[in-house]
């Protein structure tokens, strides 16, 4: 497979994505501080993902339900549950969004804590 030729501003825009992620100055420049980030031992997994595919998705609701499925083992599980909790009630705030704890495999939002075999 050959390779795409990719535009200017589609590559600065990837650049300032991943400038973004690491918390550096988004300025769409391969600067030192980037390219230390890019020359440093990652571990394999993307760090900026493709979302695209969830653009004009809405829920048509305002009352969302969450779960907590799987927890991780590095924090309790109290921990776990205030923290998703807050993080939600920011959105809330932000938002005309409700959220509501379920217990029941059905819920709008599923928040596991999963690996993919990086040890």
Partial sequence: MGRT??????????????????GLNA????DS??????????CGVADVEEYSHLQGARWNKNI?????????????????????ESALSVWARASSL????????NA???VEFVTYGID
Avoid: A, C, W
């Avoid at 300025?27 to 391969?30: A, D, E, I, Y």
């Avoid at 501080?33 to 990652?42: C, F, G, K």
């Avoid at 907590?68 to 998703?84: A, F, K, M, Q």
């Fill in 5 to 22: 030729k990719r535009s200017r501003p589609f590559f600065t825009s990837k650049v300032k994505d991943m400038q973004i992620f690491f």
């Fill in 27 to 30: 300025t769409g420049v391969l």
């Fill in 33 to 42: 501080d980037t390219l230390e980030i890019m020359r440093s031992p990652r």
């Fill in 64 to 84: 969302l339900t969450y779960r907590i499925g799987r927890y991780t083992r590095d924090l309790h599980r109290n921990t776990v549950d205030s923290l998703v």
């Fill in 98 to 105: 409700t959220f509501v704890r379920s217990h029941t495999r």
């Fill in 108 to 110: 709008d939002i599923m």
